[in-house]
């Protein structure tokens, strides 16, 4: 099985730092995509960033400019550089995965349990 584990969250002032990272172990052949969603009660879970396993990436467009996404695909681990953070961005953050056990099946997608990030003075 696989499992994904977050780490890094908390609290910082608006216009502070943090960075997130998560870590993936278990049963892994390749992560074709690897990335960061944010779920706050009573909102849709939301995309903020991706990265394939080529390093092409994908932001929402609240975040561009301001988050930074890499992955160390020897460590199997994604990160989330968080500058600037506003109010706004408090959320409990969630990692994704997709994920192949073998290079011949279709990637299975995977969710780690989140981390809380709160942005507040």
């Known amino acids: 099985q696989v499992q994904l584990v977050e780490s890094g969250g908390g609290l910082v002032q608006p216009g502070g730092s943090l960075r997130l990272s998560c870590a993936a172990s278990g049963s892994i052949f390749s992560i074709r995509v690897m990335g960061w969603y944010r779920q706050t009660p009573g909102k849709e879970r939301e995309l903020v960033a991706v990265?394939?396993?080529?390093?092409?990436?994908n932001y929402a467009d609240s975040v561009k400019g301001r988050f930074t996404i890499s992955r160390d695909n020897g460590k199997n681990t994604v990160y989330l550089q968080m500058n600037s953070l506003k109010p706004e961005d408090s959320a409990v953050y969630l990692c994704y995965g997709e994920i192949t056990s073998n290079p011949f099946l279709y990637g299975k997608n995977y969710w780690g349990k989140g981390t809380l990030v709160t942005v507040s003075s």
């Open positions: 990265i394939t396993e080529g390093g092409s990436t």
